[in-house]
Structures are given as C-alpha cells and as structure tokens.
C-alpha cells in the first residue's frame, strides 16, 4: 500500500494535484492565453520595460486607461515563480481598460536567480514605486487594486498580507487574486520543494493563509470550475479565512481549467468586474 503524505493524497497524487499542464487541452490554453497577452502587448502597451527598482528584472508594462487619474490594478504574473514575464497575462488588461482601469502588468527576478522571499520584496517595491510615482503614470494613489495569477495570486496576497501587517495599505483598496495557492506547506510536501526551498519558518511565513494578522482591504478570489481538487481547496480555504475578517466575493468559472480562468475575467458582466467596480 503506498502511503499517504497530505489529506489522501499518495505523492505521486499531491504532485498532480499540483501540476497545471497535464492535458492536450491544458497546454492548449495555455497557448492561448500567452498568444493572445503577447499579441496585446505589442499593440497596445503605452510603455513597455519601466524600471521600479534596481534589478534589470524589476519592470513593467503599463496600460493607460482614457482620463488623466484612473484607478489600477497592479498585476503579478504567474509561471510557478520561475519564469514568465510582463506580456504574460496582458490579455487582462484589454478588460481592465474597457473599465477605465489602468493596468500595471510587473514582473520580478525569478528563481533561481534570487528566492521566493525576495520575490515577495520585489512585488512589494513595485506596488510602492507606483504609489509614489503615481502621477507619472496618470494613476490615483487612492484606488489601487493588488492582483495576480496562479503564482502570481500568491504573490499578490502575500502583498498584501505583508502591507496590512506593516499598516501599509494607503491607496490599497481590494485584492483579486486567481487559481492561486495561499498554504504553502502543501506544496513544500509536492515535487515544488525542490525549486522552493523554504525552510518551515519560511514556509510559514510566505503563506498568506497562515499570516493573516491584520485586516486585508475586499478581496475577491477566483478559479476554474476545471482546476485541480486541491487549487479549488486552497480558494475556499483562503475564502473562509478573509470573510472573517473582511468583504470577500468568490467566483468560480464554470469549465474552465488554470489557464482558460481567464476568458471568463474578460466578460464585461463577471461578478468580478461588479467587486472591482464597485471598490476602485
């Protein structure tokens, strides 16, 4: 009898669980998705590779929404922390600006060239440096929303959970974070320990479920009704933990797996752009 390492998982079950690109139609999607963001990248990008810090990785892409001070989300992109890039979820952004909302498409160094902690502080240089320089980009100070995708996700409410617990949060007025993981300690029992490396102190301290000390400004969470058993536990779970604490919305898009979550953000009508207007 193989032994169980998580819940009922086996190990070879936990690394799937874990595991995005397992079908045709997985990587399929995934394809798409990053045709589509590059595609709208090239054509629609006000300016591509800004600098927010001092590494040559520390850039962004910026959408420009009509108007001279517009709300923005800031959004980090996935890639399991090890790889992608600003281009990799502009598709989003094509939404963002139907909505008058700028978009602030940042990417960071990545492992191996630096570790998930530092990533973490890069993230938060970004949201800061657009903060502070928020004139420069056309954006209100006042109404910016923290974001991202699959890793991204928990890049953004590791974010956030880092702002709140330092009394940081000025201009930060919601979250949304999709198909994302808010419990580490899962995944450092999956074959993504072997690139993470976290000891158990940093384990626990970069998940967001697990450090939630202080109140986090309305967030929404979103995945795939297609995910894994195990991405759509770590939503609930990190639901149920917000909602003590703050206004939360969730969202499930029906069929969808990691990668195709994202054409049911673009419909203008989502509950997600009802939470989002509704706080930016």
């Known amino acids: 009898m193989t032994d169980k390492i998580f819940r009922d998982y086996t190990q070879e079950e936990l690394d799937l669980q874990y595991t995005n690109l397992v079908t045709d139609h997985d990587r399929e999607t995934q394809q798409d998705l990053q045709a589509r963001s590059g595609a709208y990248a090239e054509a629609r990008a006000d300016e591509r590779d800004l600098a927010y810090g001092d590494d040559p990785a520390d850039r962004f892409d910026l959408y420009r929404a009509a108007g001279t001070s517009n709300p923005a989300i ?78 991204g996700a928990h890049l953004a409410a590791a974010v956030l959970v880092r702002l709140a617990n330092e009394g940081d949060l000025d201009g930060i007025v919601c979250g949304l974070t999709v198909s994302g993981n808010y419990d580490l300690r899962p995944l ?35 995945h795939g009704g297609d995910e894994s058993d195990e991405f759509k536990r770590q939503a609930s779970t990190f639901h149920a933990a917000l909602d003590e604490q703050t206004e939360t919305g969730f969202h499930v898009v029906p069929g969808a797996n990691h990668f195709a979550v994202f054409a049911g953000l673009e419909d203008p009508a989502s509950p997600v752009w009802e939470f989002l207007n509704r706080h930016l």
Not at 93 to 105: I, N, P, R
Not at 191 to 210: C, G, N, V
Request: contains cysteine; hydrophobic residues 45%; neutral net charge.
């Open 74 to 151: 800031i959004f980090a992109h996935g890639g399991q922390w090890q790889r992608g890039n600003a281009a990799a979820t502009a598709a989003w952004a094509e939404a963002a600006l139907e909505h008058g909302v700028s978009f602030v498409a940042g990417t960071f160094p990545m492992i191996p060239q630096v570790r998930l902690p530092d990533i973490v502080d890069h993230l938060t240089a970004l949201v800061r440096h657009i903060r502070s320089s928020a004139d420069d980009y056309g954006i209100d100070p006042t109404r910016l929303c923290i974001a991202g995708h699959s890793s």
């Open 188 to 222: 450092m029992l999956s074959y993504r320990r072997d690139y993470l490396k976290l000891s158990e102190a940093e384990t626990t301290a970069l998940s967001p479920l697990l450090t939630l000390d202080r109140k986090l400004p309305p967030h929404m969470i979103v």
